[in-house]
């Protein structure tokens, strides 16, 4: 599957951004998907992932309870809503699309488990 993000750009701390996501190429519908980030001098870290019904999400401690991620399956697109941002928070930011495994409700944290990766889009938080 191909994709492209898209959302990134500059804010205020304790601002919100919306990340999207768009997928072509093979079944989106069927895969989980994941964000990453990656800062300057700093190894790829997750952030979030949805399962591909979108029944189940996963956050890392750090964003957990400002971090949104959604998906809609009809228009191949996934979203990273993230609100009260720190300029901690300030990376490039991936989606990921992970491997079909039927239609058991999963979606990984590591990076090894996606097949696909965005060119990704940058977000920078300012103080």
């Known amino acids: 599957v191909q994709l492209v993000e898209s959302g990134g750009g500059l804010v205020q701390a304790g601002g919100s951004l919306r990340l999207s996501c768009a997928a072509s190429?093979?079944?989106?519908?069927?895969?989980?998907m994941g964000w990453f980030r990656q800062a300057p001098g700093k190894e790829r870290e997750f952030v979030a992932a949805?399962?591909?019904?979108?029944?189940?999400?996963y956050y890392s401690d750090s964003v957990k309870g400002r971090f949104t991620v959604s998906r809609d399956n009809a228009k191949n697109t996934v979203y990273l809503q993230m609100n009260s941002l720190k300029p901690k928070n300030t990376a490039v930011y991936y989606c990921a699309g992970g491997r079909d495994r039927g239609r058991i409700e999963y979606a990984g944290r590591a990076p090894v488990e996606y097949n696909d990766w965005g060119q990704g889009t940058q977000v920078t938080v300012s103080s």
């Open positions: 190429g093979r079944t989106f519908n069927y895969i989980p």
């Open positions: 949805i399962t591909w019904s979108g029944g189940s999400t």
